[in-house]
């Protein structure tokens, strides 16, 4: 419904910014990605008319803060900035909601799920509507960023080539947090094949069986762990275990039980 509106209006925003930056083209297409598995999700899941609306413009905004921070700091760290509380702040409390969308009936949704959207976890949400948005924005953010870490540069995001990555180590608490089904956090990660092995076990923050089942059909697991040459015996030896139990772990959530 609004939509093309708050897509034109987005564009206007983006020319503030380098277009040509390498990190904030990534941001740009990443953008459009995960409103593409809004789009997706909200057909396989036969969310209504304004569900889904409403989910393709929480997914055009969700990064929005992320230029800024780039802009200033050149930087996808989170120490640089928060970028989902950048981003409510200057939609809410500058006002600049009311580019993208006219009326205010969505505003205490949108700011939920922008909020939240790269949160540890989220916090306890009592309206149904707000937590289905607030878990959709994760599930498509995470569904997209596995295209990122696939046909992206490693230096852009991540700061070194595959080669380099492969020769690094994992630390020992980034390797048994896997095992423990939880996602790692950024206080943890030490290396940045630790960062490597987040972007792999963050699986285990998916929240719809649809969005698990375009993980397995697009065989992203096996993609995203094959896309480094592991040079490094020791880090070689426990991507390839945690290959196997991740494997498990989406299997479980897609009806697939074979190991």
Same mark, same amino acid.
């Given at each position: 419904?609004?939509?093309?509106? !708050? ?11 380098? /277009? ?9 297409? @990443? ?17 209504? !008319? ?5 989910? /393709?413009?929480? !997914?055009?905004? @969700?990064?929005?803060? /992320? ?15 928060? @970028? !989902? ?36 976890? #989220? ?11 607030? $878990?959709? =924005?994760?599930?498509?953010? $995470? ?6 870490? #696939?046909?992206?540069? %490693? ?28 996602? *790692? ?5 030490? %290396? ?28 992203? #697991?096996?993609? =995203? =762990? ?8 020791? %880090? $070689?030896?426990?991507?390839?275990? *945690?290959? %196997? ?15």
């Amino acid at each position: 419904m609004y939509y093309p509106l !708050a897509q034109q209006e987005f564009e206007s925003y983006l020319n503030g910014y380098d /277009r040509e930056n390498d990190r904030i083209k990534l941001k740009i297409i @990443h953008t459009y990605g995960v409103v593409k598995q809004a789009e997706e999700l909200a057909g396989r899941m036969h969310l209504s !008319a304004e569900d889904t609306d409403l989910a /393709r413009l929480i !997914a055009l905004l @969700h990064d929005i803060g /992320r230029f800024e921070q780039l802009k200033r700091y050149d930087s996808f760290e989170p120490g640089t900035m928060d @970028h !989902a509380a950048y981003g409510v702040k200057v939609l809410f409390d500058e006002g600049m909601i009311r580019r993208f969308l006219p009326d205010d009936k969505w505003d205490s949704i949108i700011y939920t799920a922008i909020a939240h959207h790269s949160d540890y976890e #989220l916090p306890e949400i009592s309206d149904p509507q707000t937590l289905l948005h607030a $878990k959709l =924005i994760r599930d498509e953010d $995470k569904l997209d960023n596995c295209r990122v870490k #696939l046909v992206d540069s %490693t230096s852009t995001f991540i700061n070194v080539s595959e080669e380099e990555l492969g020769t690094q180590n994992i630390t020992q608490k980034v390797y048994e947090t896997v095992f423990e089904n939880k996602c *790692i956090l950024s206080a943890d990660r030490v %290396t940045q094949m630790d960062y490597w092995v987040s972007y792999i076990v963050y699986f285990f923050d998916i929240n719809f069986k649809e969005s698990f089942d375009i993980i397995a059909e697009n065989d992203y #697991l096996n993609r =995203i =762990i094959d896309r480094i040459p592991y040079s490094n015996p020791s %880090t $070689k030896k426990q991507m390839e275990k *945690i290959r %196997t139990y991740m494997q498990k772990f989406i299997n479980s959530h897609t009806g697939n039980r074979l190991s």
